[in-house]
């Protein structure tokens, strides 16, 4: 594909992200919103999901300012608002996570606001290298995994999450070091994941 034409449509699905996910919905894919900014991306993607930016809309707002000071973030704010309209509709799950004050006031409106998608928190210590910050980050972890089980019905498998971060790191490689692609097919948990491509 040429680069103009990936461009092209990257493009389209950036301005039109309900079209995307409503592609997904159709493809018998689960979707997880994944609101800013670090979010485990590869424990959804090793679970079979989606994993789907929220990163709110250039809109007017209006029934989230029911939950919102006007001071607030209008990312957070948009995503609420999005929330509350609708444009979620399908999404199995939201994972937020808790790195600002504005981001944990969303989780917690989200939980009354929009009650049909279920709100996974995220929170991250503020000191993770010493042993009690890896505990914390790891007991995080197993907590969003927990809950996207229950949210999902799918499950878990720590093979398959290995599997997956070595695509990532094979993506991440060819796409730094702007190698050619081929198919790269690798098998996780009974499913075909085409996570990378290398020559």
């Known amino acids: 594909m040429a680069v103009k034409e ?4 990257l493009h389209e699905v950036a301005a039109s992200p309900k079209k995307q996910l409503e592609k997904y ?6 979707v997880v919103a994944v609101a800013p900014v670090y979010t485990p991306q590869e424990i959804i993607h090793s679970m079979g999901m989606v994993p789907m930016g929220v990163w709110g809309a250039d809109m007017e707002l209006n029934e989230s300012k029911k939950y919102y000071p006007a001071f607030i973030c209008s990312i957070m ?7 509350l309209k609708g444009e979620y509709d399908g999404v199995s799950a939201i994972i937020i996570p808790s790195l600002c004050d504005s981001l944990k006031t969303l989780g917690q409106n989200w939980k009354y606001a929009v009650k049909d998608i279920p709100f996974i928190p995220m929170t991250y210590p503020q ?22 089980e229950a949210a999902t019905g799918t499950h878990f498998s720590e093979f398959a999450l290995r599997v997956c971060r070595a695509c990532c790191r094979c993506r991440d490689y060819c796409c730094r070091e702007k190698r050619c692609v081929q198919e790269c ?11 990378c491509k290398t020559d």
């Open 77 to 83: 704010q948009s995503i609420l608002e999005l929330g």
């Open 25 to 30: 919905l159709a493809e018998g894919k689960k």
């Open 6 to 9: 990936l461009f092209a449509q």
């Open 185 to 195: 097919m690798v098998y996780a948990s009974g499913r075909a994941y085409s996570c």
């Open 127 to 148: 000191n993770r290298k010493p042993a009690y910050g890896v505990k914390f980050t790891r007991d995080g972890y197993i907590r969003v995994i927990r809950d996207l």
